[in-house]
């Protein structure tokens, strides 16, 4: 089942999640759901907040990162991501680590907006995997990428709260459009500020 991506301005994006245990009511489901939401957005990673659900939970499928278009070169930063597909339960960043570099993020939340993000290269991680099995591994290239900006989600924090003072000023109109529903977009969505739904 599709959901609905929840648009910049929802507070529940602004929340810091909270984390869940075993008995979470139909969590198979709820990732099955998220998986078909995010691919029908074209997405490479969705929060559970992003759908409405203050929870400790995201997935990610960074495989379109490892597609090669005919007569380029495979791009070093995607090795490994071909069959790039995880969940992670109540996440846990242990250490990150490396030259901090920049990179044009965008988010479902805040479509047709893309501005570079440094963060560090590398990102220990530990977490339940979909079968709750517990997990400590180091990610690197665009996978540790999207794994820390999914992992700010849970936390609270969208990748707009890293930028300078200046550029959050330049693009506070765009912001504000996007929450009152004023942006194409070509998946479902739901703005927090729109008057009348459509
Ligand atoms: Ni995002």
């Not at 490892?66 to 996440?91: C, H, Q, R, S, T």
Request: hydrophobic share 35%; charged share 35%; glycine share 6%.
């Amino acid at each position: 089942m599709i959901l609905p991506v929840v648009a910049y301005g929802d507070p529940v994006l602004k929340r810091e999640a909270e984390e869940i245990d075993k008995d979470y009511p139909e969590l198979k489901k709820l990732i099955a759901d998220m998986f078909e939401t995010m691919y029908e957005a074209s997405g490479v990673g969705l929060a559970a907040p992003q759908i409405g659900k203050s929870i400790r939970l995201f997935i990610v499928d960074a495989s379109p990162f490892a597609e090669v278009e005919e007569g380029e070169d495979p791009d070093p930063m995607a090795e490994g991501l071909e069959n790039f597909k995880k969940v992670f339960i109540n996440p846990i960043i242990e250490e990150e680590k490396g030259e901090e570099w920049g990179f044009n993020e965008g988010c479902l939340s805040i479509p047709k907006l893309r501005e570079e993000v440094f963060r560090k290269e590398k990102v220990v991680l530990s977490y339940y995997d979909e079968n709750w099995k517990l997990k400590e591994e180091e990610f690197d290239g665009y996978a540790a990428r999207i794994i820390q900006h999914e992992y700010d989600h849970v936390e609270g924090i969208l990748f707009t709260d890293h930028l300078s003072t200046l550029k959050k000023r330049l693009i506070n109109k765009k912001l504000q459009n996007i929450s009152k529903g004023e942006v194409e977009v070509d998946y479902k969505m739901k703005f927090p500020a729109r008057k009348k739904q459509r």
